[in-house]
């Protein structure tokens, strides 16, 4: 189906909406690499989102396992799904002394490259606010 | 995102790797260590971390922090290392990251993958396997013995004793507790069994002791093995060699448990 012919489900667009389309773009027009990219300069990886997904997901039959004393099977199978996905997804096995040499043969020197800030462990709402400032300093001295 | 496959190398193996790449043996001064990798290290008095790690994606440039009140230079050195696995382990490398002070030196299998996957680096970094074999050779381990590793190699004591227990060619395992809960083990390939963590150290050992405050001069010998192990197979009176030691601070225990004998 082209987004043409997916547009005829969604209500018409308002002003608004065609304004934002002309400064951000159309959605329809947002590719998966594309909206990577974008998450990616908001700090946000779609392995990251994923690998979060799963441990809330375990989390969640934790629970509900203590609760009930049984195993949720619907989110069992969620989180086989949520492995399954990131198997798949899985870099390619090299060697590690190959993976270590191409470490120090990086080439990028870019100077767009933006240094990154996302928390594996906790959401950025966790961190007290002298923490985040702490990190924020440690990016600006990245960027210099 | 780490899920590294049955195919993949180990943590381990990247560590190693990466002495060899950069032809040392040791990781000796962890500041000329970090300029190596384009790493600069920064002590900051953060609340709820005890490393991070900001990183130039795709470049050898990056910062590591490192919480400026821990106590123990090993642990700091520990820490380090966790960041520099962050830093050099695939699927880790592309985010910064924090680890929290609960995540560092911990085997828990509770833990995110990513972290588990970071502390074994940061051990192998720091403890490296071969040269642990060379120093400890032939001698009964003992916690004297991984004291001994651990200011040779300027860890804390929790690794060095972990990388002791790898090494050995005993039936070893290690065990933490903390304020009279046992909160982890780990055993060697040789020790067949198993500890019940988040159990109660059992009143029959050395470390109960240690927690009850009682003064043991020899906080060693022989207790009735089902004092720590979790078998429904031991025979009746089969007992286990235990040394204990308590890190008052932490209010913790670590124990080593040897069978010098099979049940």
């Known amino acids: 189906m082209s987004n043409k012919e997916a547009d005829k489900k969604f ?8 304004l934002f389309d002309a400064i951000f773009g159309r959605d329809e027009d947002i590719a998966e690499k594309l909206g990577e990219e974008i ?3 908001y700090g946000v990886s779609s392995e990251h989102l994923v690998e979060s997904l799963k441990l809330e997901i375990q989390k969640r039959i934790k629970e509900s396992r203590d609760e009930t004393g ?10 086989n799904n949520v492995r399954a996905y990131q ?6 096995a090299v060697s590690a002394d ?6 120090f043969n990086v080439s990028s020197t870019s100077s767009t490259v933006q240094p990154v800030y996302n928390l594996r462990t906790r959401d950025v709402g966790m961190l007290s606010e002298k923490d985040k400032k702490i990190l924020n300093e440690m990016i600006a001295e990245l960027e210099e | 995102m780490i899920h590294l496959s049955k195919l993949a190398p180990s943590p381990e193996a990247y560590a190693r790797s990466l002495l060899s790449q950069l032809k040392l043996r040791r990781i000796g001064d962890i500041n000329s260590f970090a300029a190596l990798l384009g790493l600069r290290i920064k002590e900051v008095d953060s609340d709820s971390f005890e490393g991070a790690l900001v990183r130039m994606p795709e470049q050898l440039k990056g910062i590591v922090a490192i919480r400026h009140d821990i106590r123990e230079e090993g642990r700091k050195r520990f820490t380090f290392c966790h960041e520099v696995g962050h830093f050099i382990l695939p699927g880790h490398g592309t985010t910064a990251c924090i680890c929290l002070p609960e995540q560092m030196e911990s085997w828990r299998t509770s833990i995110p993958e990513q972290e588990l996957a970071a502390n074994l680096f940061a051990a192998e970094l720091l403890l490296p396997y071969k040269e642990i074999e060379l120093f400890i050779g032939k001698r009964d381990l ?3 013995l991984a004291q001994k590793v651990s200011t040779e190699f300027q860890s804390s004591l929790t690794s060095g004793t972990l990388k002791c227990v790898e090494v050995t060619d005993e039936k070893c395992a290690v065990v933490f507790s903390v304020a009279g809960l046992i909160k982890w083990f780990r055993r060697n390939e040789r020790f067949g069994y198993f500890v019940g963590v988040n159990k109660r150290v059992c009143a029959d050992t050395y470390a109960s002791q240690l927690f009850a405050g009682l003064k ?10 089902d004092a720590w192990l979790d078998s429904e197979e031991l025979p009746s009176g089969a007992r286990i060699w235990e040394e204990s030691i308590l890190l008052p601070y932490y209010n913790s225990t670590i124990t080593i448990l040897t069978i010098h004998k099979e049940f």
Do not use: Y
């Not at chain 1, 190959?98 to 470490?103: D, H, K, L, N, T």
């Open chain 1, 98 to 103: 190959e993976w270590i040499s191409q470490i």
């Open chain 1, 39 to 41: 998450m990616d300069s």
């Open chain 1, 87 to 92: 198997k798949e997804k899985e870099p390619k």
């Open chain 1, 11 to 18: 209500p018409p667009k308002t002003a608004n909406d065609e």
């Open chain 1, 70 to 79: 049984a195993m949720p099977a619907e989110l069992v199978a969620m989180l």
């Open chain 2, 142 to 144: 003992t916690i004297g």
């Open chain 2, 216 to 225: 043991v001069e020899e906080p060693f010998g022989s207790v009735p093995a």
